[in-house]
């Protein structure tokens, strides 16, 4: 794996993965860094990477779903693998603006796997989500074997990919990897997920909105955990394989929100609790109850296991977002965004089914 093109770099686990692999001393080779820069797109993820790492890294502005300008790039920058982080990643997105779900992450991860099979590869590595399984009830874990049933046009659209993914392997023989991940979270969250929303509007004094009765349950990662897992899925795991990745980690939204509250508290205290910001509101329509993964083939047989308990993960992600607080206010103010971003507005708010 010599030059390895990572797709959607700019954002949240394609930023924290850019950073891992060019410090890791087990890869010596190149990263081109493809992102559209749509509104999750933030180059300032990682700031100082190119003088870093001069000569092993190269940021290209594009849209996977243009065949001309990433071909050229493949042949270009001689692209022997592929690690496909890029897609449209928010559930609730999808749910109000499904569009970009089906272009980007259906039709996107389609062309990228056809410039795949008219260039050599090493390896397409695609990751993707828990939430292709659908939900589970009170009891039980994802496994690889488990059918695949997405709620939201967003999993529905990561499991088109998936199968895409494994149909070229099987009828072009591309060699493949996919990892299927839970709730990630760490550093450069965009503030639209639960853990980095719920940061950021406790320390303004702001609602924290649980969706329903708050006892939805999600298995957490802490995001440098993800991003080891994927590069020794990319190293080790067998070609054609899946991968399932989790924490086993397992929390209510309710039991989250609560721990952060106490946590912020005891980091940045103020005249009452956090506490008191909780707001129940109208529940996400297609909630999946529960997530939770079996990560027992990725442990058993590549040997891999997270190093961060949920206790000290959330701790060293409060300490970032209190820490980087000019990154939020770019973030707030729009002006980390493209040009194009700013012109049509992408920041716009969501409409009110899920904060009301
Ligand atoms: P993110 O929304 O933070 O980042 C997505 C990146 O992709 C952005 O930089 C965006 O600009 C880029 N992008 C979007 N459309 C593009 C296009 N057409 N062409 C090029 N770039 C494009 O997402 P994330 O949370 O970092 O998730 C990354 C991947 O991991 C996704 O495939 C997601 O499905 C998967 N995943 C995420 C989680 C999680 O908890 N966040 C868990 C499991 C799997
Ligand atoms: O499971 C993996 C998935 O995790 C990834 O594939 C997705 O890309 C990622 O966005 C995440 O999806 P979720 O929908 O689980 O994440 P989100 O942070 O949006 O919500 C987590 C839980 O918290 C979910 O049960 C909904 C709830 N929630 C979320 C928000 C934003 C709230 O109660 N209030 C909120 O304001």
């Known amino acids: 794996m010599k030059n390895i093109l990572v797709t959607g770099g700019c954002g949240f686990i394609g930023s924290n993965f850019i950073r891992y692999l060019l410090s890791a001393s ?115 874990l994802f496994s690889e074997a488990t059918p695949y049933d997405p709620s939201s046009p967003y999993s529905a659209s990561k499991a088109a990919s998936d199968h895409l993914v494994r149909a070229y392997h099987k009828t072009y023989g591309i060699p493949v990897t996919v990892s299927n991940c839970s709730n990630n979270y760490g550093p450069y969250q965009f503030p639209e997920k639960l853990i980095p929303l719920m940061i950021l509007n406790a320390l303004e004094g702001k609602p924290l909105p649980v969706y329903g009765d708050g006892r939805n349950v999600r298995d957490w990662l802490y995001v440098m955990d993800h991003c080891r897992a994927v590069w020794t899925i990319m190293k080790t795991g067998r070609r054609g394989e899946t991968y399932n990745i989790g924490g086993r980690c397992e929390m209510q939204n309710i039991g989250v929100v609560r721990m952060l509250c106490d946590i912020l508290d005891e980091m940045n205290p ?86 009301s």
Request: proline share 3%; net charge negative; charged share 25%.
């Open 270 to 355: 103020g005249k009452a609790s956090k506490r008191e910001l909780i707001t129940f509101v109208t529940d996400r329509p297609g909630h999946d109850l529960r997530y939770a993964i079996d990560s027992g083939k990725l442990e058993g047989e590549l040997n891999w296991t997270p190093a961060e308990s949920f206790e000290t993960g959330i701790r060293k992600t409060i300490r970032w977002y209190l820490d980087n607080k000019g990154w939020v206010e770019r973030i707030k103010t729009g002006e980390y965004l493209s040009w194009m971003e700013r012109q049509y507005g992408v920041m716009k708010m969501l409409p009110t089914f899920s904060k």
């Open 26 to 140: 087990d890869f010596t080779g190149r990263i081109i860094n493809v992102d559209k820069l749509t509104y999750a797109g933030n180059p300032e993820n990682l700031a100082g990477i190119a003088e870093k790492f001069s000569g092993r890294y190269t940021f290209i502005n594009a849209d996977i779903c243009h065949p001309e300008p990433m071909s050229e790039m493949f042949e270009t920058h001689e692209i022997d693998t592929v690690c496909h982080f890029a897609a449209e990643s928010h559930v609730d997105r999808s749910i109000v603006e499904p569009d970009d779900f089906v272009k980007t992450n259906i039709l996107g991860t389609f062309h990228l796997l056809e410039l795949a099979r008219k260039h050599r590869m090493h390896l397409f590595h695609h990751v993707s989500t828990d939430e292709v399984y659908g939900t589970l009830g009170s009891d039980g």
